[in-house]
């Protein structure tokens, strides 16, 4: 059987190893070749392709529940649910998610984009299955990375004590923590403890001693330590740290090794209660470049397969805003010890691994676990340190309480430096930092900046780090700055609230934030080519608004337009509307973002397209909001 024949995973039933073995031969040329010609997750996918078989071998689908975490470890998932013919579409606008998506195929039974959910997912599905009187099997698959989350751990600990619900984790572990000299002896160990014999001893034990002439019930105490001692013996020390938490615990097992896995997911779907499968896995494995550059193959733009090289661009690009983030914390940071970088296990993404690399003692990693990030820095700013904790738009969403309640009340000079804000492109609506402007601007004592260019970045990132009498937030795009000129050091910080005039005009006023000043100066290059002159403001706050400069203006001028890269409900717009209307100010407000509807995956600039945020667009609609016309030119 051909990959391209299998439509659905219930097609594995019968397969023999061999053939198993041919059709995860298949899976990674075809996530190989795609990922190299769309860009996307590899590692991720490459590692799991036997662990996905075996276990889809040993379930029915049509009725079984299998919830992946995060997503871009469920490539081969896609590959065997019907979505071999449009994998080609990977990522691109209208073709198949990066992540799951419960919209896109009955087997994507919950979506995933942010770590540490699928156990809770699971157990829900879990739960209501024995409420509903229904009979089928859930499993849940997570990464050990994953594992560092605290929602992950509290799942585990929901799940244990419901010894009667039947749920099975399987524990992806790619890290290297468990080598083969040590690997060994648990992987032998459970084998025993796995074995008919020693199932009849340990689950056996106290009934077989109960038989014993003049012994009967009067040892039973001394009996339950004694079988409890041997379960710990038979069991690896990781594993006995699941079987307290109420899990039994079968691994590790060898994740590629397609018997080894069929046998212990078998055996795994006849224990009742909660089950934790532990399964040793090679990101990247079959690609011997992934394998050896975990790191960076983990994500990759389109690349030559041949040689792992990312394509050559068709001419030199600026810097991209999160290496001009690092590169300039980096050198204030050797200037200041008391600067530390915190990461949520996002180094790379964020460029704080340069920081690490170069000053190691001020770089902060807490694993996948935003909540404790912020509290963490609230507690080193109580004592003097200056926190800088650069985690994605997206990602402090899950610390919004932390923000609040530990830094925000207690007004601590945390520096949140908001990485991938705005439309981030293939990575879909999970990705996109969209609301970051709207939740932070709404807290009090938080003060949220955006630079119009990487030079201002260079600004606001020392802005942030002098303001210490409360805290601040910066957010800023993914992607590559506009070539400006760049200083090494000698930065000035901004004035915290102030705004500056970048082009003058008495038709409309146009206030810009963050990306979408250079837009509104482009559009506003637009409008002038059709007699209407517009003033543009490089608001560089959204809070608090340089009330000073935009009041006068929109009295004089008469017609204010707000544009943001983010939701407009509650958004820059919003906070500029509010404090006119405060203000007793009446004038015609457009607002002009990103509206109440999810971005789907695309490129950023068809997005862009879409929602009606390119600047000939955004001529267009203030042309037709105030002045009731519209011009051919704009397309």
Known sequence: MH????THPNQLHGLSVRQLQQIAHQIRDKHLQTVAATGGHLGPGLGVVELTLGLYQTLDLDR???????????????????????????????????????????????????????????????????????????????????????????????AGHMPKTNLLVVLNDNEM?????????????????????????????????????????????????????????????????FEELGFTYMGPVDGHNLEELIATFQQAHQIPGPVLVHVATVKGKGYEIAELDKVGYHAQNPFNLSTGKAAPSSKPKPPAYSKVFAHTLVKL?????????????????????KL????????????????????????LATDGIRPVVAIYSTFLQRAYDQIIHDVCIQNLPVFFCLDRAG???????????????????????????????????????????????????????????????????????????????????????????????????????ILSEHGIEATVINARFAKPLDTELIFPLAEKIGRVVTLEEGCVMGGFGSAVAEALLDADIVVPVKRIGV???????????????????TSPQIAQTVLQAFFKREFSAVG
């Not at 990959?3 to 299998?6: C, D, K, Q, R, T």
């Not at 700055?481 to 050091?489: A, F, K, R, T, W």
Request: aromatic content about 6%.
């Open 423 to 525: 439309i981030v492109g293939a990575d879909g609506p999970t990705h996109q930092g969209m609301y970051d402007i709207a939740y932070l601007r709404c807290i009090p004592n938080m003060v949220l900046m955006a630079p119009k260019d990487e030079a201002e970045l260079q600004r606001m990132i020392v802005t942030g780090v002098n303001h210490t009498t409360g805290p601040i937030a910066m957010r800023f795009p993914r992607g590559n700055g506009y070539g400006v000129p760049l200083m090494e050091e000698g930065w000035e910080a901004l004035e915290i609230g102030k705004a500056e005039i970048l082009r003058n005009g008495d038709d409309v006023l146009m206030l810009g934030y963050g990306t979408m000043v250079n837009t509104a100066l482009q559009a506003a290059e």
């Open 333 to 353: 940071a050797e200037q200041n010890p008391k600067i530390i970088g915190i990461t949520a296990a996002m180094a790379t993404g964020t460029g704080l691994d």
């Open 64 to 158: 079984d529940k299998v919830i992946w975490d995060v997503g871009h470890q469920a490539y081969p998932h896609k590959l065997i649910t019907g979505r071999y013919d449009r994998f080609h579409t990977l990522r691109q606008k209208d073709g198949i998610a990066g992540y799951l998506k419960r919209g896109e195929s009955k087997f994507d039974h919950f979506g995933a984009g942010h770590a540490s959910t699928s156990i809770s997912a699971a157990l829900g599905m879990a739960l209501a299955r024995d409420i509903k009187g229904e009979k089928f099997k859930v499993a849940a698959v997570i990464g050990d990375g994953a594992l560092t989350g605290g929602m992950a751990l509290e799942a585990i600990n929901h």
């Open 3 to 6: 990959l391209s024949e299998i």
């Open 356 to 379: 690490q690399a170069k000053l190691p003692n001020q770089y902060i990693d807490v694993g996948i676990a935003e909540q404790h990030a912020v509290t963490l820095a609230a507690g």
């Open 595 to 613: 509206p109440d509807d999810l971005v789907e995956h695309a490129e950023p600039n068809q997005s862009k397209a879409e929602i009606s945020l």
């Open 177 to 241: 923590s468990i080598s083969p000299n040590v690997g060994a002896i648990p992987r032998y160990l459970n084998k025993m403890r796995l074995s008919p014999p020693m199932q009849f001893l340990t689950d056996n034990f106290e009934e077989q001693f109960k038989q014993i002439p003049f012994v009967g019930e009067s040892l039973s105490p001394e009996l339950a330590r004694i079988k409890e001692g041997m379960k710990r013996l038979a069991v690896p020390k990781v594993g006995a740290v």
